[in-house]
């Protein structure tokens, strides 16, 4: 006779490793604040939850690992820092998914620094007197700077022999 039997075949899904899509070089000066969705570059072609891991940031930001957000406010001096002291970081961000298969993904953050605010400065003096030196009279005491970087005179009348020397006028 005849014998029948019931096969039964199951095909598993096969995981597929996250997709992520470039990301443009960031710029920011010191003490901004900074928030930029890294986990909206990255998605997950099975649906699967992605967790993030993100180092070189600068000081002052942190990321969330669920959403990859990286948020917070820059330090004040982060334009003078990085791995090349050039205010340059470079940011890697890793996504993965719950079996462990993961992307990278690479940009930068620029930091700039922020330009000092100089006061006018001002001088009243009789016929023929003298003023005194410059460092006497501490020129720059009413400048200030954002990111409070020290202040120095670089330039006197647009040249930097001129510091120190008097200067006619």
Same mark, same amino acid.
């Given at each position: 006779?005849?014998?029948? *039997?019931?096969?039964?075949?199951?095909?598993?899904?096969?995981?597929?490793?996250?997709?992520?899509? =470039?990301?443009?070089?960031?710029?920011? &000066? @010191?003490?901004?604040?900074?928030?930029?969705?890294?986990?909206?570059?990255?998605?997950?072609?099975?649906?699967?939850? !992605? +967790?993030?891991?993100?180092?070189?940031? %600068?000081?002052?930001?942190?990321?969330?690992?669920?959403?990859?957000?990286?948020?917070?406010?820059?330090?004040?001096? $982060?334009?003078? /820092?990085? %791995?090349?002291?050039?205010?340059?970081?470079?940011?890697?961000? +890793?996504?993965?998914?719950?079996? #462990?298969?993961?992307?990278?993904?690479?940009?930068?953050?620029?930091?700039?620094?922020?330009?000092? !605010? $100089?006061?006018?400065?001002?001088?009243?003096?009789?016929?023929?007197?003298? /003023?005194? %030196?410059?460092? !006497?009279?501490?020129?720059?005491?009413?400048?200030?700077?954002?990111? !409070? @970087? *020290?202040?120095?005179?670089?330039?006197? =009348?647009? *040249?930097?022999?001129?510091?120190?020397?008097? &200067? *006619? #006028?």
């Amino acid at each position: 006779g005849k014998t029948s *039997a019931t096969v039964t075949v199951t095909v598993g899904g096969v995981n597929d490793t996250p997709i992520g899509s =470039a990301i443009g070089d960031q710029y920011r &000066a @010191d003490g901004n604040t900074y928030a930029f969705p890294a986990g909206n570059y990255f998605r997950d072609p099975d649906g699967d939850a !992605l +967790t993030y891991t993100i180092t070189g940031l %600068p000081a002052g930001l942190s990321y969330n690992t669920s959403t990859g957000l990286i948020s917070g406010t820059i330090a004040a001096n $982060a334009s003078q /820092l990085g %791995p090349m002291l050039d205010g340059s970081y470079p940011v890697v961000i +890793t996504a993965r998914d719950p079996t #462990g298969a993961s992307t990278t993904l690479n940009y930068t953050i620029h930091v700039e620094n922020v330009a000092p !605010l $100089a006061g006018y400065d001002t001088e009243t003096t009789f016929a023929n007197a003298i /003023l005194g %030196p410059l460092p !006497l009279r501490n020129i720059i005491s009413n400048d200030t700077d954002p990111d !409070l @970087d *020290a202040l120095i005179v670089a330039t006197v =009348a647009g *040249a930097a022999g001129n510091v120190g020397n008097a &200067a *006619a #006028g």
